[in-house]
């Protein structure tokens, strides 16, 4: 009965996921929308293709076309095309060959021993990226087809062709993808989590209520942080290819295609999460650790006020690159005088802190690295 119970888990569980993400599909723009316009746009495709070459001209292997429009429309109008061409290239190489072989020994079965292994070796040529395992799915329609003739060869390719241009048409005419909005989302989230991540941290230290158990769940949370990083990095890479070869391409860049601003923005908030590690780790040692003594209170108050103004300018830095209304001029002016009052936190913390780690070289030299961090961070936060 156990494991009815687990089933019956895991399906609400999907049940409530699939809801979630048909409301928010339906609410307004976003990820689910996106998918479910591409989802729809893959089956118009398939069904253009089949009505041409199935329904209207009845061509003998008329499923070619339908099988490869779905697989053409991509996620980015750059890769429909570029994989188009490389697809198209493995499937006329792969069928070529095959038909070739299969004539000269006029046997499938030995036909099919010779030309697999090299179409498969074809496969991994470099030009032909990961359309190359197509060159052995041509291969093996002519040689699992029936009779092989040049001119059913010749039919299968220029279905693939047709297949090939609707597919593309369909991703380049109706919505064609842009994921810009991706990326402005996964900056966001990383920089709100910075944000929070610190804010808890800070209250923390200032109150004196943090153990290990504390202190390794701010360390868990900051190492999630750097894999935000890595996703809004990968989530920039798609809106910049999102771009290329698109008929939006002109219109989207004047309204939200900051990249730079983006890029730079990626590499501070790595920097932010490699900082807030190192913040996290010092804290969790010192809580685990039965040996070391705890910082004095004035010295752990002032660290924590260094990290609320850090959180502050961090929620600032996001809304001059990355905020939805585009630059604000405000936030860059707050954003200022919030470093400024960042230096003015860590000078004073640089002249607590000889004196109250004056027995402990180990806890001087570890606060005086996390020190030198903290004023690149602030330095980072300013850059044009």
């Known amino acids: 009965m156990e494991w009815m119970h687990r089933a019956n888990r895991a399906a609400r569980r999907w049940a409530g996921t699939a809801v979630t993400a048909v409301r928010r599909a339906w609410e307004g723009p976003g990820r689910e929308r996106d998918l479910a316009v591409q989802a729809g746009k893959g089956a118009l495709a398939a069904w253009v293709a089949w009505a041409v070459m199935g329904w209207w001209l009845e061509a003998p292997m008329a499923f070619v076309a339908p099988w490869v429009a779905v697989v053409l429309v991509e996620s980015t109008v750059y890769r429909s095309v570029a994989h188009g061409l490389q697809q198209l290239a493995a499937i006329a190489v792969g069928t070529a060959l095959a038909t070739a072989v299969a004539l000269l020994l006029d046997s499938t079965m030995a036909a099919m021993a010779l030309v697999l292994p090299a179409v498969l070796l074809l496969g991994q040529w470099q030009r032909l990226g990961s359309q190359g395992v197509y060159a052995a799915t041509g291969a093996l329609f002519v040689l699992t087809g029936g009779e092989v003739t040049v001119a059913g060869a010749a039919a299968r390719v220029l279905e693939a062709v047709f297949g090939a241009a609707v597919g593309v048409t369909v991703n380049v005419l109706i919505r064609p993808p842009v994921y810009l909005r991706d990326a402005r989302a996964a900056l966001e989230d990383t920089a709100r989590e ?118 502050r300018a961090i929620r600032l830095y996001g809304r001059t690159r990355f905020g939805p209304s585009g630059s604000d001029d405000s936030a860059a002016e707050q954003l200022r005088e919030a470093v400024e009052e960042l230096h003015r936190t860590l000078d004073e913390f640089r002249r607590r802190l000889p004196g109250a780690v004056l027995d402990d070289p180990a806890a001087l030299a570890t606060y005086g690295t996390l020190l030198t961090q903290a004023h690149r961070l602030a330095d980072q936060l300013v850059q044009d």
């Open 194 to 311: 910075a944000h929070e991540l610190l804010g808890a941290v800070a209250d923390g230290l200032a109150t004196g209520e943090w153990d290990a158990h504390a202190a390794g769940d701010w360390h868990v949370r900051a190492l999630r942080l750097g894999r935000l990083v890595d996703q809004a990095r990968s989530a920039i890479g798609w809106g910049r290819e999102s771009m290329r070869v698109n008929p939006l391409g002109r219109r989207k860049r004047a309204l939200s295609l900051p990249g730079e601003k983006y890029a730079d923005a990626v590499e501070v908030l790595d920097y932010v999460a490699v900082h807030i590690a190192g913040v996290t780790r010092t804290v969790w040692e010192t809580a685990d650790s039965e040996e070391a003594d705890r910082p004095a209170p004035e010295l752990t108050r002032a660290y924590a006020e260094f990290l609320r103004h850090t959180a």
